[in-house]
């Protein structure tokens, strides 16, 4: 196991879910997964990460750190004061909300392509991290993951503003 300089949980502990019978019992959410990932950050560029997600053996939900699986589905949690500081956008990537907004604007008011906010960031900010040779996601964010995150974070704004859940299928086309 490599260390990683930021990890990534759900925000429950225990199964929210009030009809859950582990929630009743108390019980703790204890079947875990963990995938290695990449975390965009406004302070230190690109980092090694790790996500990890929680499933309910009562109810099976599994819980994310944006969001939960509810069968087929992808139920965002509520972000009613705003936006998370961090947003999954992709199973092995995170980025910085900060990082989002301002691509955004750049898209936007500048007219910058989705690929040459990808490359002002890879030169600005991702060039001089240092990955373990055994993590095999690249440190470089790419368009994709740029169109993830304005996708994203442009539901979820919207959502918050008509007080709704954003709820996608779980298996959406997204960047590794």
Same mark, same amino acid.
């Given at each position: 196991? *490599? ?19 582990? /929630? ?9 997964? !963990?995938?290695? &990932?990449? =975390? +965009? ?9 790790? *996500? $990890? ?13 944006? =969001?939960?699986? @509810?069968?087929?589905?992808? %139920?965002? =949690?509520? +972000? ?14 995170? %980025? ?17 392509? &989705? ?5 002002? =960031?890879?030169? &600005?900010?991702? !060039?001089?991290?240092? +990955?373990?040779?055994?993590?095999? +996601?690249?440190?470089? @964010?790419?368009?994709? /993951? %740029?169109?993830?995150?304005? $996708? ?17 299928? !779980?298996? %959406?086309? !997204? &960047?590794?």
């Amino acid at each position: 196991m *490599s260390l990683a300089a930021k990890t990534f949980y759900p925000p429950y502990k225990m199964c929210p879910d009030r009809g859950c019978d582990r /929630h009743k019992k108390g019980l703790h959410l204890s079947k875990a997964q !963990q995938l290695r &990932a990449v =975390y +965009f950050s406004l302070d230190d560029g690109a980092v090694p990460a790790y *996500s $990890i997600s929680m499933q309910c053996e009562g109810c099976s939900m599994t819980y994310h750190h944006n =969001y939960k699986v @509810v069968g087929e589905d992808r %139920i965002y =949690y509520d +972000f009613v004061d705003g936006l998370p500081d961090v947003l999954q956008v992709a199973s092995h990537y995170f %980025i910085d909300t900060h990082i989002g907004r301002l691509w955004k604007t750049m898209m936007h008011t500048a007219c910058t392509s &989705a690929t040459n906010c990808a490359h002002i =960031y890879n030169s &600005a900010m991702a !060039q001089d991290n240092q +990955f373990p040779p055994s993590w095999k +996601f690249s440190p470089m @964010v790419t368009m994709d /993951h %740029i169109w993830d995150m304005f $996708i994203i974070m442009s539901l979820l704004d919207d959502s918050r503003r008509r007080q709704q859940a954003l709820v996608v299928q !779980q298996k %959406i086309e !997204q &960047a590794l």
